[in-house]
C-alpha cells in the first residue's frame, strides 16, 4: 500500500507497531486492543475493498476464500520486505500452537502473482482446515494469519480482516454450525470496544436486509466506531441512486464516521494493477451521474486509506494509556487465579508439597486457636468457629453451671453459699440451643436465678446445629456420618423442691432389718437417683465440644484449601480418624459416669466430712433457734428441757436426716470432682490439648504416610484444572511479554 509521506500519516508508528506486537502475543483475547476490522457477508465485496486497501491479490479460487482472520500491516522501512507469520488460537493445543509458531516465512520481497495463493494454501492446511470440496473437517480455523509489509513507500496501516458471515450452506462442505462458528468469530472481533468496524455493505442491495450492520449497531450502539463502506455502485438499479446518495451525505443512517463509497473491479478488470484500478475508480466517480456530486474524500479507495489512517491514530492516541492500565490489571488478575489454583499438582511429589503446604498452615492455625492467640492470623477475623479456646472455655462453663442447677433430681434446699452466676453465651461462638438441660418451664420455682434471653436450652439434649449436621449433610459443610456418634437424649429430668418426703419414700421401699441405721448400700440407690441428670448433661456437654471442634476443623479446612474437590476428598478420608478421636471422648466420658454413678460413693477430699459438719451443725442451729427465747442478761438461751423433747424424734426421721446432709455433702464435692473430670479427660484430653486430639488429624506426618495412590485422589489435579493451569500461564507469560513491550 503505496502513499505519501507527508505530515498527514499516522502520527505516532512506534505506538501502533506496540499494538501490533501485543496481537502477536494474543493479548487482544485478554485486553481490547485498538484495531481496524473489515467486515462484511459473503458476497459484499469485502475482499475486493481489502484488494484496494493492501494492493495484495487475494487468491479467487471456487468456494469460500476467507477462511481464517488475516492480520494486514503496513510498515515504512528503509528497505522492502514481506514477513508471513502465524498466531495460534488462545485456546490452542500446545503442540498446534507450537507448530503454528515455528512456521514463518520472513525472506520474501513481494507477494505478486500466486505467491499469495500459494502461502494461503500452506497455512490452510498447517490450521487444519478441508480443502474446498473435501466433506468433513473443519472448513475455518480460529488461528490468524499475520502479513507485514515493509517498504520505503509504504504507510502505517494495520487492519484485520475477518471470514464473511453466511447465511447458506454449501452441501458437503459447510455446516449450519459452521455458519455459526463464524458468526461468533466476527462478534468476538466486533465486541472489542477499541476497534474500529470497517462495515462493508453493497449498495444495490437495501441495508436493512444487511446482517452485519444489525450486528454493528448491537455492539456499537451509538454507531460511534464503525464506517460504512458501500460496495458495488455500478449495479445500483435506476432510481435507486438517491438511497445510496442519503447515505453517503449522512441524510439517513448516520454513523458518527460516517460513510464511504469504493468501485469493485469488473470481471475483466481482475488483473488490473493497483495504479489501474486508481484511475479505473477515479474516472468513474468523476464521469457518472449522481456520483459525481459526492465530496470527494468520501468516494474511492485513496480517500478511505487516508480515513482509515486517521480513524486508526486517533483511536491509538486515545485507548493507548488504557491498554496499559488494562494490562497490569489483567496480569495481577491472572496471577491471583493462578495463585487460588495452588502450586502444579501433577506428580506424586507435587501433590504431596501442596499437601503439606495445608497441613502445616492447618496446624498454624489450630494452635493459635489453642492458645487464643487470634491476632496471630487475619483468617481469625474472616471466618467464624474459628475462636476454639473462647468456645471450649465457655462451654466448660455453661457445664459447670448446668451441672450445678440441674444436676440433682431434687433440691436439697437451705441456704447455699455458691453464688449463682449468670452465664451469657458470645453467640458468634456457640450456637443456641447448645445445652443439653432443662426447659424453662422445668426449672425450679426455688432457683432465684435469671437467664437471659440468649440463653434457652434444647430439651432433646444437642444442639441445633448438631440438627443441621444429622439432617442436613454436607449442604452446610459437615457430614452426616456423625449422626451415630451424637447423644440425643434423655431429657434431664425435673428437680423437685422437698426432698425430705423424697428420701423417706426411697428409704421406707428400700431398708432391711437394720436397727438405728441405714444399709451402706441405700447412699449407692439414692446417689444413682439423684445423680441422673448427669447422664444426658455430661454426654450433650461433651457432643457440644465434638460439635465445636469438627466446626473448627471443618471450617479451618475450607478457609485454607480453595479447592471444592480436594477439600472433599481429603474430609473424607480425615473424617474416620476423626470418628476415632471422637468416640475415644464419648467413651471416656461414659467410663467417668459409670465410676461416678454405678460405682461406690466415695471420696478422701476433706471438704466432705467439713460439709458434713456443717450440715449437722446448722440443722441443730435452726431448731434450736426456733426454741430459743431472749433474756435479756444472758441474750437467747434455750430449756434444756425443750431441747430433750426436741430430740425425740422416731429412727426413721433420724436415719432420713442422716441421708441426706451424708448425700448433699457428698454430692457438693462429687459434683465438682465429676465437671472437673468430664472436662479434664473427656473434652480436654481427648478433644483440645491431648496427644491424639481430632485436630491433630490433619498433620505433615499424615500427608506424608499417604500412598501414591491416595495423593492422586485427594491432591491430584483433574483435567479442567491443569487446562485452566496451563491457559492461566500461557496468558501471565503473554501479559508479562506485552508489559516488557510497552516499557
Keep these: 500500500m503505496e502513499g505519501s509521506t507527508n505530515s498527514n500519516s499516522l502520527a505516532d508508528p512506534a505506538r501502533l507497531e506496540i499494538i501490533d506486537k501485543l496481537f502477536e502475543f494474543n493479548i487482544g483475547d485478554s485486553v481490547p486492543l485498538p484495531q481496524l476490522l473489515v467486515v462484511g457477508d459473503q458476497s459484499s465485496g469485502k475482499s475486493s475493498v481489502l484488494e484496494g486497501l493492501t494492493g495484495l491479490s487475494f487468491p479467487r479460487k471456487s468456494g469460500l476464500c476467507t477462511r481464517f482472520a488475516t492480520q494486514i500491516t503496513f510498515r515504512r522501512a528503509r528497505d522492502e520486505s514481506v514477513a508471513i507469520s502465524l498466531i495460534p488460537s488462545n485456546d490452542a493445543y500446545p503442540d498446534h500452537a507450537e507448530k503454528l509458531r515455528a512456521w514463518k516465512k520472513d525472506d520474501l520481497y513481494s507477494l505478486e502473482g500466486s505467491a499469495l495463493e500459494a502461502i494461503i494454501e500452506e497455512v490452510s492446511s498447517l490450521m487444519g482446515i478441508t480443502p474446498a470440496g473435501e466433506k468433513g473437517g473443519n472448513p475455518f480455523s480460529e488461528d490468524v494469519l499475520k502479513i507485514e509489509i515493509r517498504g520505503p513507500g509504504q504507510q502505517h496501516l494495520s487492519v484485520i480482516d475477518v471470514p464473511g458471515i453466511f447465511k447458506r450452506t454449501t452441501a458437503g462442505y459447510t455446516t449450519k454450525a459452521d455458519m455459526e462458528m463464524v458468526k461468533n468469530m466476527v462478534s468476538r472481533y466486533m465486541k472489542n470496544p477499541r476497534a474500529a468496524i470497517l462495515a462493508i455493505i453493497p449498495a444495490n442491495v437495501d441495508i436493512a436486509t444487511q446482517e452485519i450492520l444489525e450486528m454493528a449497531e448491537e455492539y456499537d450502539t451509538h454507531g460511534h466506531r464503525t464506517l460504512g463502506v458501500l460496495t458495488k455502485p455500478d449495479l445500483v438499479d435506476k432510481g435507486a441512486e438517491q438511497n445510496v446518495m442519503d447515505l453517503v451525505q449522512g441524510r439517513s443512517h448516520v454513523l458518527s464516521l460516517g460513510w464511504c463509497i469504493v468501485r ?24 457518472r451521474e449522481p456520483w459525481v456530486r459526492l465530496d470527494k474524500d468520501r468516494v474511492g479507495i485513496k480517500p478511505l486509506q487516508s480515513r482509515l489512517r486517521d480513524i486508526l491514530a486517533e483511536i491509538v492516541r486515545r485507548e493507548f494509556p488504557g491498554v496499559k492500565l488494562d494490562i497490569n490489571k489483567k496480569l495481577s488478575s491472572c496471577k491471583q487465579q493462578l495463585e487460588a489454583l495452588g502450586s502444579p499438582r501433577e506428580t506424586t511429589l507435587q501433590q504431596q508439597d501442596y499437601l503439606l503446604d495445608l497441613a502445616t498452615r492447618f496446624q498454624k492455625i489450630s494452635s493459635l486457636a489453642l492458645d487464643a492467640r487470634y491476632g496471630g492470623d487475619d483468617i481469625f477475623e474472616e471466618v467464624e468457629d474459628l475462636r476454639l479456646a473462647t468456645s471450649i472455655v465457655t462451654r466448660n462453663e455453661e457445664f459447670s453451671n ?17 453464688p449463682k452466676p449468670l452465664v451469657v453465651r458470645p453467640p458468634q461462638f456457640i450456637p443456641e440451643n447448645c445445652v443439653p438441660c432443662r426447659t424453662q418451664e422445668n426449672v425450679s420455682s426455688t432457683e432465684s436465678s435469671v437467664e437471659p434471653e440468649d440463653f434457652k436450652h434444647s430439651s432433646n439434649g444437642y444442639t ?4 443441621d449436621i444429622v439432617h442436613k449433610g454436607p449442604s452446610n459443610g459437615y457430614t452426616e456420618d456423625l449422626e451415630d456418634l451424637i ?5 434431664v429430668t425435673k428437680v423437685y423442691q422437698d426432698i425430705m418426703p423424697w428420701l423417706k419414700s426411697i428409704y421406707t421401699s428400700s431398708r432391711g432389718f437394720e436397727l438405728g441405721t441405714f444399709d451402706p448400700v441405700l447412699i449407692s440407690l439414692i446417689w444413682k437417683k439423684q445423680s441422673v441428670n448427669w447422664d444426658g448433661l455430661a454426654l450433650g456437654y461433651i457432643s457440644d465440644v465434638i460439635i465445636i471442634v469438627h466446626r473448627f476443623i471443618r471450617s479451618l479446612l475450607r478457609a485454607i484449601c480453595l479447592d471444592e474437590r480436594v477439600l472433599n476428598e481429603l474430609t473424607f478420608i480425615l473424617m474416620e480418624d476423626l470418628r476415632t478421636r471422637y468416640r475415644k471422648a464419648i467413651d471416656q466420658v461414659q467410663f467417668i459416669l459409670q465410676v461416678e454413678r454405678a460405682g461406690t460413693p466415695m471420696t478422701l477430699n476433706h471438704y466432705f466430712n467439713e460439709n458434713l459438719e456443717k450440715c449437722r451443725q446448722e440443722r441443730q ?7 430459743s427465747f431472749d433474756t435479756g442478761a444472758h441474750g437467747r438461751v434455750v430449756h434444756l428441757q425443750d431441747v430433750y423433747e426436741k430430740a425425740n424424734m422416731s429412727n426413721v426421721d433420724h436415719t432420713i436426716r442422716d441421708l441426706h446432709d451424708i448425700l448433699k455433702s457428698y454430692y457438693k464435692v462429687a459434683r465438682k470432682r465429676f465437671v472437673d473430670v468430664v472436662c479434664m479427660q473427656g473434652s480436654d484430653f481427648h478433644l483440645v490439648t491431648g496427644p491424639d486430639t481430632p485436630t491433630k488429624v490433619f498433620s505433615p506426618s499424615f500427608v506424608t504416610n499417604l500412598k501414591p495412590e491416595d495423593l492422586e485422589r485427594i491432591s491430584g489435579e483433574t483435567v479442567v484444572m491443569r487446562k485452566k493451569r496451563a491457559e492461566l500461564i500461557r496468558e501471565i507469560s503473554n501479559l508479562e511479554n506485552a508489559k516488557k513491550i510497552l516499557i
Design 621 to 627: 442451729r435452726k431448731s434450736m433457734e426456733k426454741l
Design 402 to 418: 448446668d451441672a450445678w442447677r440441674n444436676g440433682h433430681t431434687v433440691d436439697f434446699g437451705g441456704p447455699d453459699p455458691e
Design 487 to 491: 447423644h440425643k437424649g434423655p431429657k
Design 264 to 287: 469493485n473491479l469488473g470481471q475483466r478488470e481482475l488483473s488490473s494493477s493497483p495504479s489501474e484500478r486508481h484511475a479505473l475508480e477515479t474516472n468513474f466517480f468523476k464521469s
Design 464 to 467: 441445633k446445629d448438631l440438627e
